[in-house]
Nanobody, 129 residues
Framework: QVQLVESGGGLVQAGDSLRLSCAAS????????MGWFRQAPGKEREFVAH????????VYADSVKGRFTISRDNAKNTVYLQMNSLKPEDTAVYYC??????????????????????WGQGTHVTVSS
């Protein structure tokens, strides 16, 4: 069983920055692809960013491209989401998720919920205008 714990959310103003962290309790974290999703009030959960175990070729939603950066520190079993130039429409609960099967050849679409086997409990981000 993999546990994921997000932190770093909060209330900020438009234009500010936040860095979210997601700590994983797994010895094999370095083989996990990881993703960030978010769910705004009254909306479905949506893809934000994805990173493979090797940190190459991150994938971003168009809405955050150029403003958000996903990264990871395998020595700390942690994945990060650096969010810059925040906008009120970025307000949501942010979830990290572990894509365990990709290392073993799974070819699921990284932008879909179905690609991820484990989810964190979420951290709230509120951006005021």
């Amino acid at each position: 069983q993999v546990q994921l714990v997000e932190s770093g959310g909060g209330l900020v103003q438009a234009g500010d920055s936040l860095r979210l962290s997601c700590a994983a309790s797994a010895r094999t974290f370095s083989t996990f692809a990881m993703g960030w999703f978010r769910q705004a009030p009254g909306k479905e959960r949506e893809f934000v960013a994805h990173i493979n175990w090797g940190t190459d070729s991150p994938v971003y939603a168009d809405s955050v491209k150029g403003r958000f950066t996903i990264s990871r520190d395998n020595a700390k079993n942690t994945v990060y989401l650096q969010m810059n130039s925040l906008k009120p429409e970025d307000t949501a609960v942010y979830y990290c998720a572990a894509d365990v099967d990709r290392y073993y050849g799974a070819l699921t679409d990284v932008t879909t919920n179905e690609a991820y086997e484990y989810w964190g409990q979420g951290t709230h981000v509120t951006v005021s205008s």
